[in-house]
């Protein structure tokens, strides 16, 4: 099955924070209506996670079989969802790339790993899916 941006964003965002409120998207600008980032849930402190060296350690040993990423980012990025490219199975191979707006996501959505644009203040961030506990 091929999943869209639009797919993308949707199915994290119910992943992630299922019980987030139009009202909380707005606020802080989380992907409301095109606008915003998805990881202003990890900076905003709305889903528990790691950042920093903590993400990407908990990147480098979680389960990468069957991994799909995307660059979500409006006039740069991916339309779809694509496989995990070898090129980035540790963070440190993520790093070497310069990617920013780059998603990494476990096959069933059991956690995600993001790099921002704010490469000096905000992430990477890794979070496990808090739905699947």
């Known amino acids: ?5 639009k797919m993308f964003q949707e199915r994290f965002l119910n992943a992630f924070a299922p019980d987030l ?16 980032y998805l990881w202003h849930l990890f900076s905003n402190s709305l889903v528990p996670c790691f950042a920093g060296d903590k993400a990407r350690d908990a990147y480098d040993v979680a389960n990468k079989t069957d991994a799909l990423q995307i660059q979500y980012d409006y ?17 440190s191979k993520v790093d070497q790339y310069g990617y920013t707006e780059f998603y990494i996501i476990g096959k069933d959505f059991s956690w995600c790993y993001v790099i921002t644009h704010e490469l000096d203040s905000c992430g990477p961030y890794f979070c496990y899916n808090p739905n699947l506990k």
């Not at 409120?21 to 915003?36: S, Y």
């Open 1 to 5: 099955m091929v999943v869209t941006r």
């Open 75 to 91: 006039g740069l990025g991916d339309e779809i969802m694509l496989p995990l490219s070898p090129s980035y199975v540790t963070a």
């Open 21 to 36: 409120t139009n009202h909380e998207r707005r606020k802080f600008c989380i992907d409301w209506k095109g606008r915003g």
